[in-house]
């Protein structure tokens, strides 16, 4: 045990590793457009996914078996969380910013209208719609989740992170389909742009909050946790919020007022 209240990391190979990682991803995404480098993006992504997997091992054993993650520093990592999310929400609010100037004025371009002309937009009572009432049910079994863990009911928690973990792969299928079957692409003017960044940049941080609840699911199942102390599956669900929250967004824009 520590005894200070200060969060002093052992020496970590997993930062530097992951920045060249990123960049050498990057690199190969551009190359991608043009070579079709399918084996060596795949083996990238690979790359970051072992990345992620053995630094998450490494802050687990920092809080479950070193006892490193004491009160005051269990304050300062909410407080770095929600700085996190705050610039996840900047991050979106330029792609909102993007929508509602083409939209408010569209130009000479787009002909003068929005959505530009021969674009046919989705309908936002189909695919769209379920997919809010998905988000929105999952949002309810993740706070059930934290309503059962503080309740120290291990079994109900479990079940609705379950729940909640199912209803996040859902919509990503749903959107998957609506991709595959959409009557434009990326390139069709600034509205494909617009919509396919958006909902895509969207669609990955579903992809990787479901991930970051199956982690914390997991951890469940070795009793990791407590219902004094469960600080991954606190961070966990306001990200799954946060996703909500900007989901409610973007339906409400791209899909029903910008259709």
């Not at 059930?144 to 863990?149: F, R, T």
């Not at 990791?224 to 409400?252: A, C, P, R, T």
Request: proline share 4%; aromatic share 20%; net charge neutral.
């Amino acid at each position: 045990m520590k005894n200070h209240q200060f969060h002093l990391v052992d020496p970590s190979p997993w930062p530097i590793i992951i920045s060249f990682v990123i960049l050498n991803y990057t690199v190969m995404t551009l190359l991608f457009f043009n070579t079709k480098f399918y084996l060596p993006m795949s083996l990238t992504l690979f790359v970051i996914l072992w990345v992620m997997f053995i630094w998450w091992r490494d802050i687990q054993r920092e809080s479950t078996y070193q006892g490193n993650h004491t009160s005051s520093v269990v304050i300062s990592m909410k407080y770095g969380m929600i700085l996190f999310i705050t610039s996840e929400i900047l991050f979106f609010v330029s792609f909102f910013w993007s929508f509602f100037h083409h939209s408010l004025s569209p130009v000479h371009e787009l002909g003068l209208m929005w959505p530009p002309k021969n674009i046919h937009p989705f309908n936002p009572l189909n695919i769209p719609l379920m997919n809010t009432v998905i988000l929105l049910s999952s949002g309810i079994s993740v706070t059930w989740a934290h309503a059962s863990m503080c309740a120290n009911n291990w079994s109900m928690t479990k079940n609705s992170m379950m729940m909640t973990i199912g209803l996040g792969i859902y919509f990503s299928f749903l959107q998957f389909y609506e991709y595959f079957s959409s009557p434009f692409s990326i390139s069709d003017s600034v509205y494909g742009s617009t919509f396919f960044l958006t909902t895509g940049f969207h669609g990955i941080h579903v992809i990787i909050g479901t991930l970051f609840l199956t982690h914390v699911f997991l951890r469940l199942k070795n009793i990791n946790f407590s219902f004094k102390h469960h600080l991954g599956m606190e961070m966990s669900i306001w990200y799954w919020h946060f996703v909500d929250v900007v989901w409610l967004f973007l339906y409400m824009t791209i899909y029903w007022w910008g259709k």
